[in-house]
């Protein structure tokens, strides 16, 4: 695949001021570029000249005037992040000095890199495939240590490695069977089919631990959405501030205050709760109130956990039971009964008439009593025991989808050699089912595919 060979430069540290920012330039004219700009505080020094892995100081000049004292880091091809000429300049964090270092590249040669291309470069250049690419965006935006876990697993190549090792198997037997085609009129059989039947079956269990790992990695990667519900005025808004431990949202006595959901996140144990306060259940002329409470219903929909808040002194279990019914949540959704304003119940009756209900939480949200409760209940939901081992979890919808095409083509393959159907046959649907692994790996990709992906990522990465 082709690819510009222009030189590319980027500021690879957040915008803004800071007290370092360091500015990438790869490229086959990256040193010759940086020549024009770089002054060695040793005058003798030539960057052409100097070796690879060395950093030096000196300024970034503007013709005669001084923009910066730097430290540049010379990388060379192919012995760099991108597999090209690679330099990086170290300049003083300001926005003046980030964007005029930036200038004097350009206006000397370079162009200013889109989002995700010296990754792209790397890739094309042959220093990850896709599935390593992909994992270095996931490390950056990863905001919990399940997420980076994950992220350094794959970073590191274990799903990749694994892929490959199977591919290769698969395209080794693919071969003898497009070779007993060459000699069909003699009718020999290169491919052992009881070898390729073990071969197909344990690629087909990897390929469903693969598939059924997605819904972690989902976790892992995007959160578990948390559905705080219930009838207006039961302290759905106090207990995300609770959660929360700030005054997210508005808390009033007047009922029906949230009009639209407000959605906020924790990390708990590693693992990132979505959590979201959602407008009062009931039903409503106002058309404000109503739209909120249609929003609250998709909020459910999408929810793995539901908090379903009732007032202590208000309600029965006979009421709880019929509001659920009335909910009909989906069967994938868990469901936590949360009984609200325990501080207002004397006595410890309150526990006795709520005992026969299921995954019931009693709670004062306004007094934060027995949250510990709660959230041990919510993280009961949800196993993270596979995130501390070393199996691999797929985090990617792409590697998803690609994995269920393949596993379809290798349920072809089985049912294909149950039937002892053709040798051509087998061959046709072995390729299909490389051709979908070749897609997360990067063995066989578009244009536009890798448009998709790169272009998520963040300028100068």
């Given at each position: 695949?082709?690819?510009?060979?222009?030189?590319?430069?980027?500021?690879?540290?957040?915008?803004?001021?800071?007290?370092?920012?360091?500015?990438?330039?790869?490229?086959?004219?990256?040193?010759?570029?940086?020549?024009?700009?770089?002054?060695?505080?040793?005058?003798?020094?030539?960057?052409?000249?100097?070796?690879?892995?060395?950093?030096?100081?000196?300024?970034?000049?503007?013709?005669?005037?001084i923009i910066d004292e730097v430290l540049i880091s010379?990388?060379?091809?192919?012995?760099?992040?991108?597999?090209?000429?690679?330099?990086?300049?170290?300049?003083?964090?300001?926005?003046?000095?980030?964007?005029?270092?930036?200038?004097?590249?350009?206006?000397?040669?370079?162009?200013?890199?889109?989002?995700?291309?010296?990754?792209?470069?790397?890739?094309?250049?042959?220093?990850?495939?896709?599935?390593?690419?992909?994992?270095?965006?996931?490390?950056?935006?990863?905001?919990?240590?399940?997420?980076?876990?994950?992220?350094?697993?794959?970073?590191?190549?274990?799903?990749?490695?694994?892929?490959?090792?199977?591919?290769?198997?698969?395209?080794?037997?693919?071969?003898?069977?497009?070779?007993?085609?060459?000699?069909?009129?003699?009718?020999?059989?290169?491919?052992?089919?009881?070898?390729?039947?073990?071969?197909?079956?344990?690629?087909?269990?990897?390929?469903?631990?693969?598939?059924?790992?997605?819904?972690?990695?989902?976790?892992?990667?995007?959160?578990?959405?948390?559905?705080?519900?219930?009838?207006?005025?039961?302290?759905?808004?106090?207990?995300?501030?609770?959660?929360?431990?700030?005054?997210?949202?508005?808390?009033?006595?007047?009922?029906?205050?949230?009009?639209?959901?407000?959605?906020?996140?924790?990390?708990?144990?590693?693992?990132?709760?979505?959590?979201?306060?959602?407008?009062?259940?009931?039903?409503?002329?106002?058309?404000?109130?109503?739209?909120?409470?249609?929003?609250?219903?998709?909020?459910?929909?999408?929810?793995?956990?539901?908090?379903?808040?009732?007032?202590?002194?208000?309600?029965?279990?006979?009421?709880?039971?019929?509001?659920?019914?009335?909910?009909?949540?989906?069967?994938?959704?868990?469901?936590?009964?949360?009984?609200?304003?325990?501080?207002?119940?004397?006595?410890?009756?309150?526990?006795?008439?709520?005992k026969s209900v299921k995954d019931v939480v009693l709670?004062?949200?306004?007094?934060?009593?027995?949250?510990?409760?709660?959230?041990?209940?919510?993280?009961?939901?949800?196993?993270?025991?596979?995130?501390?081992s070393n199996d691999t979890i797929i985090t990617n919808?792409?590697?998803?989808?690609?994995?269920?095409?393949?596993?379809?083509?290798?349920?072809?393959?089985?049912?294909?050699?149950?039937?002892?159907?053709?040798?051509?046959?087998?061959?046709?649907?072995?390729?299909?089912?490389?051709?979908?692994?070749?897609?997360?790996?990067?063995?066989?990709?578009?244009?536009?595919?890798?448009?998709?992906?790169?272009?998520?990522?963040?300028?100068?990465?």
């Amino acid at each position: 695949m082709q690819f510009d060979t222009d030189t590319i430069c980027a500021l690879s540290t957040p915008t803004g001021t800071s007290a370092i920012a360091v500015i990438r330039v790869t490229g086959n004219e990256a040193f010759d570029i940086c020549k024009q700009l770089f002054e060695p505080a040793d005058t003798k020094k030539d960057i052409n000249k100097e070796s690879a892995f060395s950093i030096h100081y000196g300024f970034i000049k503007d013709n005669n005037d001084i923009i910066d004292e730097v430290l540049i880091s010379l990388f060379r091809n192919p012995h760099s992040y991108t597999g090209e000429d690679l330099i990086e300049i170290s300049c003083h964090g300001s926005i003046y000095v980030q964007q005029k270092v930036l200038q004097l590249l350009v206006n000397a040669g370079a162009r200013t890199a889109k989002p995700g291309e010296f990754t792209m470069r790397a890739f094309l250049n042959g220093k990850m495939d896709l599935t390593k690419a992909e994992a270095v965006a996931d490390l950056i935006a990863s905001s919990t240590a399940a997420a980076h876990k994950t992220a350094i697993n794959q970073m590191r190549g274990g799903f990749s490695d694994e892929l490959k090792e199977l591919r290769q198997k698969l395209l080794d037997f693919a071969s003898l069977i497009e070779l007993e085609l060459d000699f069909s009129e003699e009718d020999v059989e290169f491919a052992d089919r009881k070898a390729l039947t073990t071969l197909i079956l344990e690629i087909n269990d990897m390929l469903k631990r693969l598939i059924d790992s997605f819904s972690l990695g989902n976790v892992i990667k995007n959160g578990v959405p948390v559905a705080i519900i219930g009838k207006p005025n039961v302290g759905k808004s106090t207990l995300l501030n609770a959660l929360l431990n700030e005054e997210r949202a508005i808390v009033s006595d007047i009922p029906g205050t949230t009009r639209d959901y407000l959605e906020d996140s924790v990390n708990m144990n590693g693992i990132l709760y979505r959590f979201i306060d959602t407008a009062g259940i009931r039903k409503s002329t106002d058309e404000i109130e109503s739209k909120g409470i249609e929003k609250t219903f998709e909020k459910i929909n999408e929810a793995k956990i539901v908090l379903y808040m009732f007032e202590a002194l208000e309600t029965d279990v006979p009421q709880i039971e019929k509001d659920l019914a009335e909910l009909s949540l989906d069967t994938d959704t868990d469901t936590i009964i949360v009984i609200n304003k325990t501080d207002q119940v004397t006595g410890d009756s309150i526990e006795e008439k709520f005992k026969s209900v299921k995954d019931v939480v009693l709670i004062s949200a306004l007094n934060k009593v027995n949250l510990s409760s709660l959230t041990e209940k919510i993280e009961s939901f949800v196993t993270v025991q596979s995130v501390e081992s070393n199996d691999t979890i797929i985090t990617n919808a792409r590697h998803y989808e690609a994995l269920s095409k393949s596993l379809a083509g290798i349920e072809e393959v089985i049912s294909g050699l149950n039937n002892k159907i053709s040798g051509e046959l087998l061959a046709a649907d072995i390729r299909n089912s490389l051709t979908h692994l070749g897609e997360i790996t990067g063995e066989v990709t578009n244009d536009e595919l890798l448009g998709n992906i790169f272009g998520r990522f963040c300028i100068g990465k």
